[in-house]
T-cell receptor, first 116, second 112 residues
Framework: NAGVTQTPKFQVLKTGQSMTLQCAQD?????MYWYRQDPGMGLRLIYY???????DKGEVPNGYNVSRLNKREFSLRLESAAPSQTSVYFC???????????????FGQGTRLTVV | QQQVKQSPQSLIVQKGGISIINCAYE??????FPWYQQFPGKGPALLIA?????SEKKEGRFTISFNKSAKQFSLHIMDSQPGDSATYFC???????????FGTGTRLQVFP
C-alpha cells in the first residue's frame, strides 16, 4: 500500500519553464490537496479538490493550475516558473463526505523544486 | 489572509518538560482541529485531533485543549522526549467545505 506518491522528488527549473507535478493516491480518497512549504510560512494551501471533476482555490493559487484527472490523480502545473515558486510541494489526500468530518489527511514525501 | 495563527515559531524544552504550542483561528466556520507532526525530509503525519463539541482530548503524552469561545486550541506534550523533536502544525477544516488550512508551524527541540 503506497499511500500518496509524488513525482518527481527533486526538480530544478529555469525561470519561464513549465512543468507538472504528479500526485497519485491508492486509498480511494475523495479529497486531494496541494500545499507549498516555505521556511516561516508553514504549509500553505494552493488548490484542493473535494471530488473527481471539481477543484477549488486555496490560499495561494496564483501562478498554478491543477487537474483532477480521476479519483486517484491530482496534478499541479506551473505554466511559467518564477524564483518565488522555489519551495517544497506536498500533495495530500483524505476521505471526505458524509460522516467523514474528522478523517486524517495523508501526505506524500514532497517535491523539492528550485527555480533559477 | 492568515486564518490560523500559531505560536511560538520555535520552542526549546528540556527532556521531561512540558511543551505547549498554541493556535488561534479567526472565524467559526471550522469543524475539525488536527495537529500534525513533521520530521525533516518527510511529509506531515496526523498526531492528534479534536472536534469542537469537546474541550479536551488526550492520547498518551499528547493533549489538545480547545476553547471554542476564545477560538483557540493548544497542544500539550507531557514528559517531552528527544524523539519529539520535530515541526508541529495545527490545522482547521472548513465546516462547509473540505478546505484544510494549516498554521505556520512550530519547531520543537527537546534536549536531553
Amino acid at each position: 500500500n503506497a499511500g500518496v506518491t509524488q513525482t518527481p522528488k527533486f526538480q530544478v527549473l529555469k525561470t519561464g519553464q513549465s512543468m507538472t507535478l504528479q500526485c497519485a493516491q491508492d486509498m480511494n480518497h475523495n479529497s486531494m490537496y496541494w500545499y507549498r512549504q516555505d521556511p516561516g510560512m508553514g504549509l500553505r494551501l494552493i488548490y484542493y479538490s473535494a471530488s473527481e471533476g471539481t477543484t477549488d482555490k486555496g490560499e495561494v493559487p496564483n501562478g498554478y493550475n491543477v487537474s483532477r484527472l480521476n479519483k486517484r490523480e491530482f496534478s499541479l502545473r506551473l505554466e511559467s516558473a518564477a524564483p518565488s515558486q522555489t519551495s517544497v510541494y506536498f500533495c495530500a489526500s483524505r476521505q471526505s463526505g458524509t460522516g467523514s468530518i474528522g478523517t486524517e489527511a495523508f501526505f506524500g514525501q514532497g517535491t523539492r523544486l528550485t527555480v533559477v | 489572509q492568515q486564518q490560523v495563527k500559531q505560536s511560538p515559531q520555535s520552542l526549546i524544552v528540556q527532556k521531561g518538560g512540558i511543551s505547549i504550542i498554541n493556535c488561534a483561528y479567526e472565524n467559526t466556520a471550522f469543524d475539525y482541529f488536527p495537529w500534525y507532526q513533521q520530521f525533516p525530509g518527510k511529509g506531515p503525519a496526523l498526531l492528534i485531533a479534536i472536534r469542537p463539541d469537546v474541550s479536551e482530548k488526550k492520547e498518551g503524552r499528547f493533549t489538545i485543549s480547545f476553547n471554542k469561545s476564545a477560538k483557540q486550541f493548544s497542544l500539550h506534550i507531557m514528559d517531552s522526549q528527544p524523539g519529539d523533536s520535530a515541526t508541529y502544525f495545527c490545522a482547521v477544516k472548513g465546516r462547509l467545505s473540505d478546505k484544510l488550512i494549516f498554521g505556520t508551524g512550530t519547531r520543537l527541540q527537546v534536549f536531553p
